[in-house]
């Protein structure tokens, strides 16, 4: 089974410039999650889907961040304009459902560097 | 709001040394729980979890996790630890009810002498 894919891996840009990165998810699984991770602490969800539908939301900056997940299977998070804060690795996972048993595999990541 | 803490940020043991990370959550409801492992160089993956029944929860690799809920705990353990067991542990949460928000803690690193 192949698992969650991501790109691009790593990612460099100056802050006020925008960026957006890619997931695929595994075969199957409706929910998808993006998460921040600033170095030394968690991972922090930024916004889950339920097929193409945002389930929850709350902790995305909406002034700076969109995600989409159309057709319910690929997802983009864009950053528009980027802030030196926002650099952090950006982790996408997916799992079967939403139901809170299932867990959730994750895909290798995004390292952003906002300079 | 709901959050989870781990106690200890970083941890140095020397192989065949029991293993105990502490994991504590607030959140009155019901809660599932969740080691994830993140081995250096790889994605973070599942150890364990609890969703209901028996609080005492084995996982691979020798891990196990007993939840206390009169605690709020859900600490991991392994009785003797390799040193291929050098990564980044995070215990997560998530509520039954409403949106299912994974929430986790700041995690612990661990780090075996050989």
């Known amino acids: 089974e192949a698992g969650v894919a991501q790109s691009p891996r790593y990612k460099i840009i100056e802050k006020r410039q925008s960026v957006a990165f890619w997931c695929n998810p595994i075969?199957?699984?409706?929910?998808l999650y993006w998460y921040q991770q600033i170095l030394g602490q968690g991972p922090k969800l930024l916004i889950q889907?339920?097929?193409?539908?945002?389930?929850?939301d709350s902790q995305l900056p909406k002034d700076r961040f969109s995600a989409e997940r159309l057709k319910g299977v690929d997802s983009t998070l864009k950053i528009q304009p980027a802030k030196l804060e926002d650099s952090a690795v950006y982790l996408c996972?997916?799992?079967?459902?939403?139901?809170?048993?299932?867990?959730?595999?994750f895909g290798p990541g995004t390292r952003l560097t906002v300079t | 709001a709901q959050s989870v803490s781990q106690h200890n940020h970083h941890v140095i043991l020397s192989e065949a040394a029991s293993l105990e990370l502490g994991c504590n959550y607030s959140y009155g409801g019901t809660v599932n729980l969740f080691w994830y492992v993140q081995y250096p160089g790889q994605h973070l993956q599942l150890l364990l979890k609890?969703?209901?029944?028996?609080?005492l929860v084995k996982g691979i690799k020798g891990f196990e996790a007993e939840f206390i809920k009169s605690k709020f705990s859900f600490n991991l353990r392994k009785p003797s630890v390799q040193w291929s067991d050098t990564a980044e542990y995070f215990c997560a949460v998530v509520t039954t009810s409403g949106t299912y928000k994974y929430i986790f803690g700041t995690g612990t690193r661990l780090k075996v002498l050989a």
């Open positions: 609890y969703f209901s029944g028996d609080p």
């Open positions: 075969s199957g699984h409706a929910t």
């Open positions: 889907f339920q097929n193409n539908g945002v389930v929850d």
């Open positions: 996972a997916s799992s079967l459902d939403r139901w809170s048993s299932y867990e959730q595999y």
